[in-house]
Nanobody, 115 residues
Framework: QVQLVESGGRLAQAGGSLRLSCAASGSRFSINVMGWYRQAPGKQRELVAVITSGGSTNYGDSVKGRFTISRDNAKNTVYLQMNSLKPEDTAVYYC?????????WGQGTQVTVSS
C-alpha cells in the first residue's frame, strides 16, 4: 500500500505562484511514476504533470511553460511549482503514484485562483 499526503493548496491571485507537495509513505521501494492531476467542478479529471523515477516528465497542454514538476526520490516526494496562475487553474489537485502497475491517489488539495 502507498499513502499519499498533499499539501500547499490555497487561494492565490492570478499571475501568482504556488507550490504543491505530495509525500508518499508505505513503500519500501521506489515508486515508478508520480504526478498530479486536477479536477474542476463539472469537468473530468485531467493530467497536470507526471515524472518518472528517472526524471522524465510529461505535462498537460494547458500548463506547459508555467508549471514544473520535480521529485525527491530519497524522500518519495513530488512537487509541483505553479507559476503565472490563471483562474482556470482553479481545481482540486490530486497526487498520483504508480507502483507495480497499481494507481494510488491522495485526498486532493484545493487550489483557487482569483482574478
Amino acid at each position: 500500500q502507498v499513502q499519499l499526503v498533499e499539501s500547499g493548496g490555497r487561494l492565490a491571485q492570478a499571475g501568482g505562484s504556488l507550490r504543491l507537495s505530495c509525500a508518499a509513505s508505505g513503500s519500501r521501494f521506489s515508486i515508478n511514476v508520480m504526478g498530479w492531476y486536477r479536477q474542476a467542478p463539472g469537468k473530468q479529471r485531467e493530467l497536470v504533470a507526471v515524472i518518472t523515477s528517472g526524471g522524465s516528465t510529461n505535462y498537460g497542454d494547458s500548463v506547459k511553460g508555467r508549471f514544473t514538476i520535480s521529485r525527491d526520490n530519497a524522500k518519495n516526494t513530488v512537487y509541483l511549482q505553479m507559476n503565472s496562475l490563471k483562474p482556470e487553474d482553479t481545481a482540486v489537485y490530486y497526487c498520483n503514484a504508480v507502483k507495480s502497475g497499481r494507481d494510488y491517489w491522495g485526498q486532493g488539495t484545493q487550489v483557487t485562483v482569483s482574478s
